[in-house]
């Protein structure tokens, strides 16, 4: 059966500014939900700045890199009210607060909600993907 | 990103090798992967069906390199 190629492999992306947003708990990150696609993007950069997603082994959890420097400058979490949210309680929590205060702005055609009051949530995704991500060991972020 | 929509319209009219995916959390909905023009990419749109399988919107589209693992081709049924 002819397959669908992986352009670009994860060992061609750049790590460093995500490593290093992973120990400040993803602090300085945005988050945009899309609730039509029910998708959260993390993202360290603009909403503007044009990134590509790269799939993992993860389930849910993709990266989201520059395509000029290569670097990673987010994530976006598929799924995410269907199957990421009931997999973390706490998280679930902290997000159930957040809607019911969420404001919505319109960056175009793929960001919907804007949320505020984040940094608990951006504490729970961090801790959820250095666990898989394994201290920068893997770089594919490997399911726990 | 200009011409983002006729890129969106070739994924979904000439996807990849044929394919359109089942998406591993909805079952209301199906993945394209059509080649983005001149760049090492595929441009990916998720299309959302109501329950008579009548007519798909398009919920999003985006540029990615690679298929999400897990998903599996709907169509064609088999080449094996």
């Known amino acids: ?144 | 990103m200009a011409g983002k929509q006729q890129i969106v319209i070739e994924a979904i009219e000439h996807p990849v090798h044929d394919f359109i995916f089942q998406d591993n959390d909805y079952e209301n909905r199906e993945n394209y992967y059509g080649y983005f023009p001149g760049r090492k990419l595929f441009m990916k749109a998720v299309a959302e069906f109501p329950e008579d399988h009548s007519e798909g919107t398009i919920i999003t589209a985006f540029p990615t390199d690679g298929l999400k693992s897990g998903e599996k081709p709907i169509w064609p049924k088999s080449r094996d």
């Open chain 1, 1 to 144: 059966m002819a397959e669908i190629e992986r352009l670009v492999e994860t060992s061609e992306l750049i790590f460093d500014l995500f490593i290093h947003l992973i120990d400040e708990g993803f602090q300085s990150a945005h988050l945009f939900y899309d609730t039509e696609f029910d998708a959260l993007m993390v993202l360290f950069v603009p909403p503007e700045v044009e990134t590509i997603v790269h799939y993992t082994s993860d389930k849910n959890i993709a990266y989201l890199y520059r395509p000029d420097t290569m670097e990673v400058v987010g994530l976006q979490v598929e799924a995410f009210r269907k199957s990421f949210l009931p997999k973390h309680a706490a998280l679930r929590a902290q997000w159930e607060l957040a809607e019911r205060t969420k404001p919505v702005s319109d960056y175009g055609d793929v960001i919907n909600m804007y949320i505020e009051r984040k940094s608990t949530i951006t504490r729970e995704i961090a801790r959820e993907v250095d666990s898989k991500f394994q201290g920068g060991r893997s770089r594919d972020l490997v399911p726990a």
